[in-house]
């Protein structure tokens, strides 16, 4: 369900679903505010154990705050650490199309499986990081196999003129490799379901204890202020929870620059 909800959020754009959720949370707050007082809230009598509720109001409120800004921060660095990965592993793409070519003739085939390799990561692969279940390409794993074996055909060629370069060949597909390992641990969600579970239930919490007294027109404005903001804070987790897709991600098209030397 979580999964299905998920891939939807990508077909939306980013703006609609800040308003989608701030909407959404803020109508809810009023709704189970207004509902918490019908059904219980008013058939308690003693004003002052009412009264006595607003401390744990504000400090569930608060512990919302806290635990939205610490996911906020984390999926920030993640989403940062992601596009300085992709930097690195463009340039190494760069760096390796740059050795083959000095190859000449011989590095012909190398530079044409490169680019293929290149090309199924940008078509296949980057649409499979940004779904969920994440998964690495199939089509782009036989490329990279089928690159790692003419790299090591020609290892020994390159080897009798110039080790340096055989070595400089050998780390380069290391750091492809580990670039493409990283990237699907960048896409792979970094908090667990049941955080947004937890979360969810501290939200319903707040808005059940939000019905304490009778909702007055000002106090149902306050309510869905209050739930909206905190709505458009889970919203902007969701968008950067995925640094491959959505409006606001980190496209392919440093991959593809690399071949052509912009990188």
């Known amino acids: 369900?979580?999964?299905?909800?998920?891939?939807?959020?990508?077909?939306?754009?980013?703006?609609?679903?800040?308003?989608?959720?701030?909407?959404?949370?803020?109508?809810?707050?009023?709704?189970?505010?207004?509902?918490?007082?019908r059904l219980w809230w008013s058939r308690v009598r003693e004003e002052g154990e009412r009264d006595a509720g607003?401390?744990?109001?504000?400090?569930?409120?608060?512990?919302?705050?806290?635990l939205l800004a610490l996911i906020t921060t984390s999926e920030l660095a993640a989403f940062a650490n992601a596009d300085r990965n992709i930097t690195q592993e463009s340039l190494a793409i760069r760096r390796m199309d740059r050795d083959l070519a000095g190859l000449g003739a011989d590095g012909q085939q190398a530079r044409g499986l490169l680019a293929s390799?290149?090309?199924?990561?940008?078509?296949?692969?980057?649409p499979r990081l940004s779904r969920r279940p994440q998964s690495l390409s199939p089509v782009a794993e036989q490329y990279m196999n089928r690159l790692w074996a003419e790299v090591r055909r020609l290892q020994p060629l390159v080897s009798k003129g110039n080790s340096s370069l055989s070595s400089d060949l050998n780390d380069g597909m290391h750091r492809i490799e580990d670039g493409r390992q990283n990237r699907l641990s960048?896409?792979?969600?970094g908090i667990p379901d049941v955080v947004w579970l937890m979360i969810g239930?501290?939200?319903?919490?707040?808005?059940?204890?939000a019905g304490r007294h009778r909702l007055s027109r000002y106090a149902m404005q306050v309510v869905f202020i209050q739930m909206s903001a905190l709505g458009v804070?889970?919203?902007?987790?969701?968008?950067?929870?995925?640094?491959?897709?959505?409006?606001?991600?980190?496209g392919p098209e440093r991959f593809i620059a690399a071949l052509d030397g912009k990188v």
């Open 1 to 37: 369900m979580i999964d299905a909800l998920y891939n939807l959020s990508l077909q939306v754009p980013d703006l609609l679903i800040l308003l989608l959720c701030a909407l959404t949370f803020g109508g809810l707050g009023v709704l189970v505010a207004r509902l918490s007082h």
């Open 233 to 250: 804070i889970l919203a902007l987790d969701i968008i950067i929870d995925n640094p491959f897709g959505g409006d606001t991600s980190i």
């Open 54 to 66: 607003e401390g744990v109001h504000n400090s569930i409120l608060a512990l919302i705050a806290f």
């Open 201 to 209: 239930l501290f939200f319903f919490s707040a808005c059940v204890l």
């Open 117 to 126: 390799y290149v090309k199924s990561v940008a078509a296949d692969e980057w």
């Open 186 to 189: 960048a896409s792979v969600n």
